[in-house]
């Protein structure tokens, strides 16, 4: 069973709008990692947040994570064409060497 | 130039043949990993290594095998018992730090069974 849900599994927009994604994650963790991943690519990392840190920045991402709720939401800001791929967030429960990838928001940004 | 890499990027197999996946990293990772991803879905575990000569199961290794005879390499075989085995493979690696523990992933092999 996937650790970690997305939501929504499909977003379109408009360039220059915000974008949401959110996880949901089952068990306790010790990260949360998103990654993007374009049709037919590999993953490229985007973002790890700890499970003591409540709000990450890296340009225009932003990620917060919420533990109570087993939650995190990661927002895209003034978005471009160019942020059209799919996004994923994974868990790792223990800092060990496992990820647990939730199924993904297709993210299409329209010009 | 570091990174990982996969190769072929597409693969056509016949239905009871066995084929094998390379996956090269010139990281220094210690840690590999092979994930498999259906259409539309997110990646599913195949198997990982922690260090050489030494491999774990994932979630779905059956019809699956793996070696880890040098660092560098981590080659994935698909042999005839996996009974659905048309997917998109990607394989990963990780070094091991106490401030990142970022997966860096390979461009993906495309399988196709004819």
Not at chain 2, 16 to 24: A, I, K, M, R
Not at chain 2, 55 to 71: H, L, M, N, P, T
Not at chain 2, 87 to 98: E, P, T
Request: hydrophobic share 30%.
């Amino acid at each position: 069973s996937q650790q970690g849900e997305e939501d929504p599994q499909a977003l379109s927009i408009q360039e220059g709008e915000n974008a949401t994604m959110n996880c949901s994650y089952k068990t306790s963790i010790n990260n949360l990692q998103w990654y993007r991943q374009n049709s037919g690519r590999g993953l490229v990392h985007l973002i790890l947040i700890r499970s003591n840190e409540r709000e990450k920045h890296s340009g225009r991402l932003r990620v917060t994570l919420d533990t109570s709720k087993k939650s995190s939401s990661l927002l895209i800001t003034a978005s471009r064409a160019a942020d059209t791929a799919s996004y994923f967030c994974a868990t790792d429960v223990n800092a060990g060497n496992m990820l647990t990838f939730g199924g993904g928001t297709r993210l299409m940004v329209k010009p | 130039d570091g990174g990982i890499t996969q190769s072929p990027k597409y693969l056509f197999r016949k239905e009871g043949q066995n084929v094998t996946l390379s996956c090269e990293q010139n990281l220094n990772h210690d840690a590999m990993y092979w994930y498999r991803q259906d259409p539309g879905q997110g990646l599913r575990l195949i198997y990982y290594s922690q260090i050489v000569n030494d491999f774990q199961k994932g979630d779905i290794a059956e019809g699956y095998s793996v070696s880890r005879e040098k660092k560098e390499s981590f080659p994935l075989t698909v042999t005839s018992a996996q009974k659905n085995p048309t997917a998109f493979y990607l394989c990963a690696s990780r070094g091991f730090s106490r401030q990142n523990n970022e997966q860096f992933f390979g461009p993906g092999t495309r399988l196709t069974v004819l």
